[in-house]
Structure formats: structure tokens, C-alpha cells
T-cell receptor, first 115, second 115 residues
């Protein structure tokens, strides 16, 4: 099973809402990532979790709050988003972080629209 | 500064013709190299990767890529494209010295397949 599952597939939320994106993998991977992708652009790294600890936060605004409850699950909590945060949010996982020579598997993404 | 360049933003190719997508990188040492494909509204799928060894790498869906150290390139090829190959293709690079998992993406190449 080389699958990374993201839910929901689509999400529309108001600027005052609180919502969460969920990502799950059962490959025993110990590194998990959140990426943001705007239309016609490459993915941009937001967060990296390594062994359930936050390793990288790419200066992401605090309205995005990641959480890694266990080695299989990664959440992204959203609060008070802006319309410019509308994008495809991609989760990925890898056996270990890239510097140790592993490949990343991506989920299908959550298409987020902030209204 | 480290960089990944995909010189071609858009390529149109006839079905059955060959395809070559270019990727050049600028890193201090040979990085880990990846090619991903993304269909509209979907996540990224790994086509192939280069870590070390044989410089000609075979991937899925009939794709191959050749690592050329002297040219700092990792070009993707397919001998005969199918209509289903129409997608966005991203070259991605990870530094061997970076243990925290920063994967740098090129800007992407949009491939259109004509009948």
C-alpha cells in the first residue's frame, strides 16, 4: 500500500470558520509534509514532521496550525483564513526525510476555497 | 544559491511522438533527483528518481531520465507519448546535506498531447 489519503477532497470555508485537513498513511513512514500549491505553480513546502516532531515551519502564518497525533496521521488546522489562502493543499510522506535518500509519496490533495 | 530550472513552461507534442523534458539544477553537490507528474486537480505521482549508480533511470509509464553530472541535468524522456501523458511535470531536487526534508521543485512543464 503506497497510498497517502487526504480528506476532505474539497472544502469551502468562510474567513471566520475553523476547519481541519486530515492526512493518513499506513506505510510506516516517519516523515510527513504539508505543501501548498497555487494554480499553475509548483508546490511550496509549509511544514515537515520527522518522527512526529515538527522539524520545519517555513514561516507559515499562525492561522495554519499543524498537528501530528501519531506516526500515521497528520492534521492541518485552519482558522481565520484569508481568500488568498485558497489553494490545493498536499500532504506527502516518506520513509525518512529527503536528505537521507528517500522518496516522497503525495496524496491527492484538498482543494480549499476561502470565501 | 541552490536552484532547479525547467526551461520549457509549455510543450505540445503529437501522440506517438517522442518527448523530452529538461531539468537543470545548481547545487553544491549532486543532489537527489526526482520527476513527478500531476494531472489537473490531482496530487503528484512519482515517475522516477535518481540517488546514485546507473545514470539512466527507468520509471513508470514508460518514462526514463538521464543524469548528466557534467551538465547538471536530469532530463526526462518518453519514446512515444500517449494522450494520457498530458499533464504537468515537475522536476524536484533534494540536497544530500539537508536532513530536514526540503524538496525544491522546478516551475513545471505543461505537456499538451495532440491527436
Amino acid at each position: 500500500d503506497t497510498e497517502v489519503t487526504q480528506t476532505p477532497k474539497h472544502l469551502v470555508m468562510g474567513m471566520t470558520n475553523k476547519k481541519s485537513l486530515k492526512c493518513e498513511q499506513h506505510m510506516g513512514h516517519r516523515a510527513m509534509y504539508w505543501y501548498k500549491q497555487k494554480a499553475k505553480k509548483p508546490p511550496e513546502l509549509m511544514f515537515v514532521y520527522s518522527y512526529e516532531k515538527l522539524s520545519i515551519n517555513e514561516s507559515v502564518p499562525s492561522r495554519f496550525s499543524p498537528e501530528c497525533p501519531n506516526s500515521s496521521l497528520l492534521n492541518l488546522h485552519l482558522h481565520a483564513l484569508q481568500p488568498e489562502d485558497s489553494a490545493l493543499y498536499l500532504c506527502a510522506s516518506s520513509q525518512d526525510t529527503f536528505g537521507k535518500g528517500t522518496e516522497a509519496f503525495f496524496g491527492q490533495g484538498t482543494r480549499l476555497t476561502v470565501v | 544559491a541552490q536552484s532547479v530550472t525547467q526551461p520549457d513552461i509549455h510543450i505540445t507534442v503529437s501522440e506517438g511522438a517522442s518527448l523530452e523534458l529538461r531539468c537543470n539544477y545548481s547545487y553544491g553537490a549532486t543532489p537527489y533527483l526526482f520527476w513527478y507528474v500531476q494531472s489537473p486537480g490531482q496530487g503528484l505521482q512519482l515517475l522516477l528518481k535518481y540517488f546514485s549508480g546507473d545514470t539512466l533511470v527507468q520509471g513508470i509509464k514508460g518514462f526514463e531520465a538521464e543524469f548528466k553530472r557534467s551538465q547538471s541535468s536530469f532530463n526526462l524522456r518518453k519514446p512515444s507519448v500517449h494522450w494520457s501523458d498530458a499533464a504537468e511535470y515537475f522536476c524536484a531536487v533534494g540536497a544530500r546535506t539537508d536532513s530536514w526534508g526540503k524538496l525544491q521543485f522546478g516551475a513545471g512543464t505543461q505537456v499538451v498531447v495532440t491527436p
